[in-house]
């Protein structure tokens, strides 16, 4: 069974890899916020499970397992926090609640939410307009007028 705080340790890996060219115990307790000896006892876990290459004081590197899984955990949470920032959370807020949601998605509700993120991604045509209707609605806390029938007119000619 993998964990959660499985899933933590093998993303803060592959990020520090990808970010720095190297995971090392200190960055990765660091990053996480736990002590070193946590992920000592942690690098050992993964590399029992085929998760990680370690040697003590020359950090670690990712095993191909290691590496799909901690893809996958990551790609979740980046589409989370974005489809959370299209709902106008700050980035910041945004970030912390992918942690926690990230590892608590059904299969059919990461493939979607995957599916959309990349959907937008494909198909920005200057930002969908409903997104942009939502933000001045998150913003304002009123509908635009276009959305409450006033400019509809205005739509169907082409002014909008």
């Not at 705080?5 to 993303?11: N, R």
């Not at 993964?46 to 899984?69: C, N």
């Not at 200057?126 to 509809?152: I, L, N, Q």
Request: proline share 2%.
């Amino acid at each position: 069974m993998v964990t959660q705080s499985l899933e933590d340790y093998l993303e803060a890996i592959y990020n520090s890899l990808n970010r720095r060219g190297h995971a090392k115990t200190k960055e990765i307790a660091d990053d996480l916020g736990v002590k070193d000896p946590s992920v000592t006892e942690m690098f050992h876990k993964l590399r029992e499970r085929g998760f990680i290459h370690y040697r003590e004081y020359e950090g670690v590197t990712l095993t191909e397992k290691g590496e799909d899984l901690a893809k996958d955990v990551s790609e979740v949470h980046e589409n989370t926090k974005e489809f959370l920032k299209l709902l106008q959370v700050s980035p910041e807020q945004a970030d912390k609640d992918a942690c926690k949601v990230e590892h608590s998605l059904s299969k059919e509700s990461i493939v979607q939410l995957n599916k959309f993120i990349d959907f937008l991604e494909a198909c920005p045509e200057d930002e969908a307009r409903w997104v942009r209707h939502f933000k001045y609605f998150s913003e304002h806390g009123e509908m635009p007028s276009e959305c409450t029938g006033k400019g509809k007119e205005q739509e169907k000619d082409g002014e909008v």
